[in-house]
């Protein structure tokens, strides 16, 4: 089994700043690439940010420039700094990882989620 916790939402005025983290653990090999989802009330959930474990990264349009994913892969841990916040940011933040288990197994892992609300 794979578990991922999620940290750090919480409420935010706009234009202000939240970072997120989210830890993995369980049998875990490695992990090839990590990811920040978010779904709004009655939307789709949405990639906002992801990041491989050699660094490559990708981010949602919306979020390009005030968004920053990183990952620190002794922890097995990944991080979203977002800055210049917009209430269109609120939304629960889901934390993914994509891992090879200890049985070399591949495994999609999702987290439970954090609710990040930017609201004045």
């Known amino acids: 089994q794979v578990h991922l916790v999620e940290f750090g939402g919480g409420l935010v005025e706009p234009g202000g700043s939240l970072r997120l983290s989210c830890a993995a653990s369980?049998?875990?090999?490695?992990?090839?690439?990590m990811a920040w989802y978010r779904q709004a009330p009655g939307k789709q959930r949405e990639l906002v940010a992801g990041?491989?474990?050699?660094?490559?990264?990708n981010y949602a349009d919306s979020v390009n420039g005030r968004f920053t994913i990183s990952l620190d892969s002794a922890k097995n841990t990944v991080y979203l700094q977002m800055n210049s916040l917009k209430p269109d940011d609120t939304a629960v933040y889901y934390c993914?990882?994509?891992?090879?288990?200890?049985?070399?197994?591949?495994?999609?892992?999702w987290g439970k989620g954090t609710l990040v609300t930017v609201a004045s």
């Open positions: 369980g049998r875990i090999f490695s992990i090839e690439a």
């Open positions: 993914n990882a994509g891992v090879i288990t200890t049985t070399m197994s591949t495994m999609d892992a």
């Open positions: 990041i491989t474990r050699s660094g490559s990264t």
